[in-house]
């Protein structure tokens, strides 16, 4: 499957007559070469010590100094974020419990 992009420049001039302006051109070839992600990786950080795990994730693609700046923003507010369930006072259990839409004597059965 071949995508094309296309440009269509519509404009009025003083005689209200519409001037329609083509821009077409092929796709680069290098943009439809190979599939690239569309979500970016991440870098797993720890904002406390290693026994009071607080992980959190930034962005692998943040030069030195935003991510310098990141972590020290996180590393200065990391008392606002809630780090389990427990912490979020008067969340409903319903929100965050998983449960299976499953029959009580329903027998499992295993698939292949």
Known sequence: MCL???????????N????????VKETP????S???PTVDEFKKINLEAVEN???TFINTNLSYKEETNYMELLMEY???FTW???EMLGLDPR??????AVKNRARPIKQI
């Open 78 to 80: 990391r008392d606002i």
């Open 84 to 86: 389990s369930y427990n």
């Open 29 to 32: 070839p290098f943009l439809e």
């Open 53 to 55: 795990s607080r992980l």
């Open 4 to 14: 094309k992009s296309n440009h269509i420049t519509i404009e009025e001039d003083d």
């Open 34 to 36: 190979e599939n690239k």
């Open 16 to 23: 209200d007559e519409l001037i329609v302006e083509e821009d």
């Open 95 to 100: 929100v965050v419990v998983h449960q299976l």
